[in-house]
């Protein structure tokens, strides 16, 4: 079991930034790729992006350039940082954990979820 808490979330202008953090603990998560999602009102839950156990990083094409996704597996952690935020990225952001090493932009590939967090971009 992996248990997953985002915070990092929050009010922030058009144009700022945001750093999300996702802590991780219960299982080995250095060999877990994890992911990145988000849900606006009204919207289903979308992919942002993936880091998997290699480092390598995926992004969907909304936030590519903008969002980048970074692991510290000595504290477990793994980060998202939104710059150049847009209203569009309005929503609840989720991180998951994928029960093995790779992962892609599916939600069904990934078996562990946090409760989110709220960031909200005002025009």
């Known amino acids: 079991q992996v248990q997953l808490v985002e915070?990092?979330?929050?009010?922030?202008?058009a144009?700022?930034?945001?750093?999300?953090?996702c802590v991780?603990?219960?299982?080995?998560?250095t060999d877990y790729a994890m992911g990145w999602f988000r849900q606006a009102p009204?919207?289903?839950?979308?992919?942002v992006g993936r880091i998997n156990k290699s480092?390598?990083?995926?992004?969907?094409?909304s936030v590519k350039g903008r969002f980048t996704i970074s692991r510290d597996n000595a504290k477990n952690t793994v980060?998202?940082?939104?710059?150049?935020?847009?209203?569009?990225?309005?929503a609840v952001y989720y991180c998951a954990a994928?029960?093995?090493?790779?992962?892609?932009?599916?939600?069904d590939e990934y078996l562990y979820w946090g409760r989110g967090t709220q960031v909200t971009v005002s025009s």
């Open 7 to 13: 915070s990092g979330g929050g009010l922030v202008q």
């Open 79 to 90: 980060y998202l940082q939104m710059n150049n935020l847009k209203p569009e990225d309005t």
């Open 55 to 61: 480092g390598s990083t995926y992004y969907a094409d």
């Open 98 to 107: 994928a029960a093995r090493s790779a992962a892609g932009p599916r939600s």
């Open 24 to 29: 991780a603990s219960g299982r080995t998560f």
């Open 15 to 21: 144009g700022g930034s945001l750093r999300l953090s």
């Open 42 to 47: 009204g919207k289903e839950r979308e992919f």
